[in-house]
């Protein structure tokens, strides 16, 4: 087994496992988030994040993700290293794309701009809310909870280049999840001719609803400000 797992297969297969629970993750986390377009008051969002924060089965599965995340980006790297060693010259570039498409070819540099957007993310919200607080977190709510909405929404209403940056991440995420989401279930073996065809479709709809969801929240949040 661990022989395995050390082998460049190997490798690929654990970081088709971590890359399909982020994307349910992923998914997941697009639910709790769009609570702020349905529900204008912040009561429903408040009350989800406070569960996610304090529920017993949420605080044993962070650190899970945590572990996936850093697992993924890991073999990401030794694999994009291990590819370009044993390719010392670069193949013909020009016909690149009748075999693979741009995202498959750049999945590195995609995955190096969602981290980077990942810890802008984390430092704006998670951050805040696990560990340092905020004013506006303290504000009183009608559960008396953490009033996650308030820190959230005032982001994206007062830094219009925060909504930028985010709407800019989930774009990126989405050019990354075209190839991911097959991908992942090819290299599990889940994947032949016929439902190649098949997981791409159900690829590109699930990327539409996931980056296009994320993309839509601050926009909603900061044109709902504006007309209000």
Same mark, same amino acid.
Request: charged letters at 10%.
């Given at each position: 087994?661990?022989?395995?797992?050390?082998?460049?297969?190997?490798?690929?297969?654990?970081? *088709?496992? %971590?890359?399909?629970?982020?994307?349910? !993750?992923? $998914?997941?986390? #697009? /639910?709790?988030?769009? =609570? @702020? &377009?349905?529900?204008?008051?912040?009561?429903?969002?408040?009350?989800?994040?406070?569960?996610?924060?304090?529920?017993?089965?949420?605080?044993?599965?962070?650190?899970?993700?945590?572990?996936?995340?850093?697992?993924?980006?890991?073999?990401?790297?030794?694999?994009?290293?291990?590819?370009?060693?044993?390719?010392?010259?670069?193949?013909?570039?020009?016909?690149?794309?009748? *075999?693979? %498409?741009?995202?498959?070819?750049?999945? !590195?540099? $995609?995955?190096? #701009? /969602?981290?980077?957007? =990942? @810890? &802008?993310?984390?430092?704006?919200?998670?951050?805040?809310?696990?560990?340092?607080?905020?004013?506006?977190?303290?504000?009183?709510?009608?559960?008396?909870?953490?009033?996650?909405?308030?820190?959230?929404?005032?982001?994206?209403?007062?830094?219009?280049?925060?909504?930028?940056?985010?709407?800019?991440?989930?774009?990126?995420?989405?050019?990354?999840?075209?190839?991911?989401?097959?991908?992942?279930?090819?290299?599990?073996?889940?994947?032949?001719?016929?439902?190649?065809?098949?997981?791409?479709? @159900?690829?590109?709809?699930?990327?539409?609803?996931?980056?296009?969801?994320?993309?839509?929240?601050?926009?909603?949040?900061?044109?709902?400000?504006?007309?209000?």
């Amino acid at each position: 087994m661990a022989s395995f797992l050390n082998s460049s297969i190997g490798k690929k297969f654990l970081m *088709s496992i %971590t890359g399909l629970f982020l994307i349910t !993750f992923l $998914l997941v986390h #697009l /639910i709790v988030n769009s =609570l @702020i &377009i349905f529900d204008p008051t912040g009561a429903l969002f408040n009350s989800a994040a406070h569960f996610m924060g304090s529920n017993p089965v949420i605080k044993i599965v962070e650190p899970v993700l945590a572990i996936g995340f850093i697992l993924h980006i890991i073999y990401a790297c030794f694999l994009t290293l291990t590819n370009q060693w044993a390719r010392p010259v670069d193949y013909d570039k020009k016909h690149a794309g009748n *075999s693979s %498409t741009w995202a498959s070819r750049n999945m !590195f540099v $995609l995955g190096s #701009l /969602i981290l980077i957007f =990942l @810890i &802008i993310h984390l430092s704006n919200f998670f951050w805040k809310i696990k560990f340092t607080g905020s004013e506006m977190l303290d504000q009183s709510t009608v559960d008396g909870i953490e009033n996650a909405y308030l820190l959230v929404t005032s982001f994206f209403i007062d830094w219009w280049w925060i909504d930028l940056i985010y709407v800019l991440g989930a774009i990126v995420l989405g050019i990354h999840l075209t190839h991911a989401f097959w991908a992942a279930f090819q290299t599990l073996g889940l994947s032949n001719d016929r439902w190649r065809k098949r997981l791409e479709v @159900i690829g590109w709809i699930y990327t539409i609803i996931v980056a296009g969801g994320f993309a839509v929240i601050p926009l909603w949040v900061k044109i709902s400000s504006m007309i209000n």
